[in-house]
């Protein structure tokens, strides 16, 4: 791994690490977004003896209760970055982590359950990254139906923007998901300091 690779790499877990929160759109239309928080939070360099991120994203009127919590693997694969997504057997235990270091520290590599076929694709442009979840096999039973996920996301130092939507595995119409839109976030507070130092660990 050379030192740009390295580079983009703690970059974009940097970018990533922070509280992100979609006040502005949810308060300019609040008929087509609800006030959303997403976090991510760095986990130690021995989780994965690399790079992982702990997410979670929770309604702002209850901060408690995420409706989305994931861990994520970031791995360099030359040209573009792939994170690993995995699921939490028993999520619950481990609400709140995005904001309680105490709670982040329970999380253990047994605790997690790799998600295959959900890797995000990403790739610099510049000042940013965009990424995608690799092929439609990505698959999610939802509303009593079989879904595969199309999911884009933009990175920037400051922002995080993402459309999530579950498309069905035989018509290919849209299922669940934003129909007016990306979700806008903007960061709050950022943990990029929180990233392990890659050099520091690798030998």
């Not at 974009?12 to 759109?25: E, H, I, P, T």
């Amino acid at each position: 791994m050379d030192k740009t690779e390295v580079s983009d790499l703690i970059t974009l877990a940097q970018w990533m690490s922070g509280d992100f929160s979609n006040y502005k759109q949810a308060s300019a239309s609040p008929k087509d977004y609800a006030h959303i928080h997403v976090f991510f939070r760095p986990l130690p360099f021995d989780f994965f003896s690399g790079i992982g991120l702990y997410s979670e994203q929770v309604y702002d009127y209850d901060l408690w209760t995420p409706y989305r919590q994931g861990v994520h693997r970031l791995v360099d694969r030359g040209d573009r970055i792939y994170i690993e997504n995995f699921s939490l057997k028993n999520a619950m235990f481990f609400a709140g982590g995005g904001r309680d270091l105490s709670i982040l520290k329970t999380i253990t590599p047994d605790a997690i359950k790799r998600r295959y076929n959900c890797s995000m694709v990403f790739k610099r442009n510049g000042s940013m990254f965009t990424g995608s979840v690799e092929g439609n096999e990505c698959f999610i039973e939802k509303n009593g139906r079989h879904t595969y996920l199309d999911s884009y996301v933009e990175v920037t130092e400051t922002t995080w923007l993402s459309l999530d939507k579950g498309m069905d595995i035989n018509t290919h119409q849209q299922v669940w998901g934003s129909m007016t839109g990306p979700l806008k976030f903007e960061k709050r507070e950022s943990f990029a300091h929180e990233v392990p130092n890659i050099s520091n660990n690798i030998s």
